[in-house]
């Protein structure tokens, strides 16, 4: 009886513990994804309640799961953790495993997956005591430790979120030793046209040109599909993933591409670094210096015949200009046909724009219009004024809308481009509003040209805040270098003299009683001019 009572003892020991729940994989999970694990290719099919994998014949089904939260992210998915367990197998070694799945794109999800949990090791199984991810203290797997899978029946995604524009770049294998390849005429092509419904938004292509002496370098042209992009942090620094697919590679090994960039890279030159993986693998991708291939991509203007000139512009205007209009915060350079804007974004990103004159007609001019890195090729016209001294004032109209091929095969297009983009209606959005804006370029550096008013003033300052009002700019570490100096008789003074007419001397703490060595002015033959002053009113 003894003997009995501890067998029931040692199998209820053994009896399973119950793992209570229901699961539903979400539905965009589901799909046939490739994935390369360890050098292995696998391949995994996705239902609402079942994992199948390739990699040892098993199927794992859903038991629990839990959607984690993602606060101030819109997305069409969630990261998930999921209690599952794996298909045969007595009560006694039924393994649960957890499984991490990060959503990324509607094509690409990355994955972890936990080690097999048993019956035998008396420890409870749910889905809050087994899996990792459920402690605040471990949270979601970070990229370093997951594996990517590629959605074999790829999704459409605009590849805007991936490239936009047309660059020039160089390339580096880190196999081979071969060195860096920078030929102009490799180069990114993604252009989209707005609002278009064919693959043009959904494939970007790729050209390498071969270099001479680069062993590692190549001709070839390469059909891009975009799969998506995404935000991930690693080592402690957020980069921007992206993921590729060769559209006419019939090896799934080498069709599925991983990219990487670090987006605000404060480059002097504009440039911009991505690393690319050879494999369907972004753990490979370490940082945008450590990559299987290396790019380094710049922006160029698109080509267009568009932009060959067929007018001239005033010869007057022809020099280097600035502005702070439309073109915020711009160096401009005119030649007699040309104009081209230099505009700085932030401290260390600027954008490129020229303009080439195409028609004119009295003051306005029908001129094409391109930014370096983008696409698009619009018409304009600009309204220029005739030149006054070391000013110019301009306006730019709204872009024409875009002809038709029928219509550009016409000879006389231009004049058709010109109705409509140069029309008076084209510089105003409200036709009701006849009190035009014009924008000034100053020359750079300025012509001087003497003031229209001469003498020597006083003036009152009136401001919103005391720090917009002028205050008198001495070099030096201390406030006042002069605190010693008594004087008496402080006034604000604005002077055009007759010695320089072509500058105006503006000094908000002017001391009338003594000069700049402390020394009174009327001792040595100086006078007081606050009697003979006049006053202005700011």
Known sequence: MAVLQTARVLLLFFLPVMVWGSCNIPAYFHGDWYSRESGTDIKTLVNADKWDSNEDDTQLECVDIFIHSNPGLQQDGNNVTMLMIKTGG???????????????????????????ITARSGSQISLNDSCKSMNPWYGLPSIDVTFTMFKQSLEKINCVTTFEGVYQFSYEVDTGGGGICNHPDSQIKACQEPGSQYVDNEVFVMTYRKCLDVSTSKNEQIRYQCMGSWFAV????????????????????????????LKNQKDANNQIRWVMSRFPDCTSLSGVYRGPLKLVLTRIAPPTQYMIPRCNLPRDIAGKWFTQGPEFKSNVAVNETHIHFNTGLNEFEFQDAFYSCQQTLGTRYLMTKVLVGKCEVDFVCMDIVPRHHSIVRYRIGKPARRLSDKELQDANYLETVFRDACSWMSFTFNRDIIDWKYEVLIQNPPTPYPCPVGGRYNFVQHADKENEKYQTRIRGVTQKPRVQVDCRIVVSEMKSCSNDLTKIFVDAEYCETVDYRGRPIGEYGGYSLSNTTNQLLF
């Open 90 to 116: 007595t009560n006694l070694n039924t393994c649960y495993m957890c499984v991490d799945v990060l959503w990324r794109t509607p094509n690409i999800l990355q994955y972890r997956q936990e080690d097999c």
């Open 234 to 261: 690693r080592s402690g620094i957020g980069y921007t993933y992206a993921a590729v697919a060769d559209t006419v590679e019939q090896d799934t090994r080498e069709k599925f591409k991983c990219m990487m960039t």
